[in-house]
């Protein structure tokens, strides 16, 4: 059976392309989307995409994924560093994640250095741009699915 891999985008990163093209690119979030459905066709996956500016509405997704989902690619922006609610979803559904991060956010304001998601993660990327999420998709796809 084919599996499914679900890609979440937290807040703010629908801004992606459009502000800020130093520290995040000048892809937007639909070009990146765009381009990680690609690969997953090729690697005969299905993958979903979500984004939201609210943590509810994350924390919904991540549970709506419980029966759908085998590995979930989590990029969940500011609320990373803030959020045990997101933390207790992903943990409550048990499904495999990546944690992504387009910047590398070691290299910024110490806020950003703590995660509320990265002990209970798979892995983490960041500091690779967009291509962080293809990177993930491969290794999910490699060591997690089919
Ligand atoms: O580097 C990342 O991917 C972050 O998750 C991005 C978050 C930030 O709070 C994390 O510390 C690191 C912020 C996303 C904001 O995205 C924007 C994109 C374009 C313009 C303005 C904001």
């Given at each position: 059976m084919t599996q499914n891999l679900l890609v979440v985008n937290?807040?703010?990163?629908?801004?992606?392309?459009?502000?800020?093209?130093?520290?995040?690119?000048?892809?937007?979030?639909n070009d990146i989307n765009r381009d990680l459905a690609t690969v997953a066709s090729q690697l005969g996956v299905r993958c979903e995409f979500y984004q939201s500016?609210?943590?509810?509405?994350?924390?919904d997704r991540?549970?709506?994924a419980m029966d759908s989902t085998d590995f979930i690619i989590i990029n969940a922006g500011a609320y990373t560093h803030t959020s045990?609610?997101?933390?207790?979803?992903?943990a409550g559904v048990?499904?495999?994640f990546i944690e992504v991060h387009i910047s590398n956010v070691h290299q910024r304001e110490a806020f950003r250095h703590?995660?509320?998601?990265?002990?209970?993660?798979v892995a983490v990327i960041c500091g690779m741009g967009a291509f962080g999420y293809t990177a993930a998709m491969h290794y999910a796809v490699k060591h997690y699915l089919k």
């Open positions: 937290g807040p703010n990163l629908n801004l992606l392309g459009k502000r800020e093209p130093a520290i995040y690119g000048s892809q937007t979030l500016n609210h943590e509810g509405d994350l924390v991540i549970q709506q045990v609610a997101i933390r207790d979803a992903l048990n499904i495999p703590h995660s509320y998601l990265s002990d209970k993660a």
